[in-house]
């Protein structure tokens, strides 16, 4: 019989500001598997593969990262008590380790909180060089290096700024409520503020932008509004739902720029129609 190749999948319990979409980790999630006798439930699931192959297994624990730094290096431990109790499975010269995408994106523009990427290795200093650690920083390599600009539509109940944006360009918000800054491109007196919901023109209750962006109180029709940090987001979850034209892009180098990709026609969408 051939290498078996095994994936354990584990997801530290999160954090009570983590959005409840992504939260694998916690006691009442089906797919959860690393619980409180997660030495009892890894070794029960490696006894299920027959003894003949044991010896010849491929293992990869994927752990997401945190930006607290008491929980990277607490996920960090835990991993590294969680292949030590399986040692007996795996194969010496194979024992990977996928610690995921957990460089986080400042978001919110905290000013702290947010590890640096060697902050961030220097958690998993604990594994040796008989493991083979892979990182998988992604998002936070391009997420931060674009944003979606549109314009203002009007003011609806004094707080809901309506914008052409939506979830069609980004649907992280509606998916799992995921936070992504507001402002207008023109700068602004933060004295004269207030918090307004921030919508597309989208008939669906979930199209939302952000619900608590901070916007000046006076806000005229076709202003131009920005959408922050979507670099990793946006063209590639991008619709046509409600006959919605997917926008162009403009690359920006220094104080140049240039167009990289058309917005969708009528054409565009009905191409693929018979």
């Not at 051939?2 to 992504?22: A, H, I």
């Amino acid at each position: 019989m051939g290498m078996v190749n095994v994936q354990v999948k584990c997801k530290p319990l999160f954090s009570e500001d983590t959005s409840l979409m992504l939260i694998l980790g916690s006691i009442t999630n089906e797919y959860l598997l690393y619980r409180k006798h997660w030495k009892q439930d890894v070794k029960s699931s490696f006894g299920l593969i027959p003894i003949s192959t044991r010896k010849c297994i491929n293992t990869i624990l994927q752990l997401p990262g945190k930006p607290v730094k008491s929980e990277r290096r607490e996920c960090s431990s835990t991993l590294k008590l969680i292949m030590e109790s399986i040692a007996d499975f795996l194969e010496p010269s194979r024992k990977v380790v996928n610690v995921g995408g957990g460089l986080a994106i400042n978001y919110e523009k905290k000013a702290q909180g947010y590890p640096t990427p060697q902050e961030y290795t220097e958690c998993f200093n604990n594994f040796g060089e008989d493991y083979t650690l892979i990182f998988e920083p992604g998002r936070s390599l391009v997420g931060s290096t674009a944003c979606c600009i549109g314009r203002s539509l009007g003011v609806k109940n004094d707080n809901i700024l309506v914008t052409n944006m939506s979830m069609t360009e980004c649907i992280r918000p509606a998916l799992y409520q995921a936070y992504h800054q507001v402002t207008l491109a023109k700068k602004t007196d933060k004295n004269d503020a207030k918090i307004y919901k921030v919508v597309g023109p989208v008939c669906e209750s979930a199209d939302f932008l952000n619900k608590t962006a901070q916007l000046p109180s006076e806000i005229n029709t076709n202003q131009l509004v920005i959408l922050w940090d979507v670099g990793a987001y946006c063209h590639v979850l991008s619709s046509n739902y409600n006959m919605r034209p997917r926008r162009a892009e403009f690359l920006v180098t220094g104080c140049e720029f240039r167009q990289i990709r058309r917005q969708d026609t009528f054409e565009d969408m009905m191409a693929t129609f018979c």
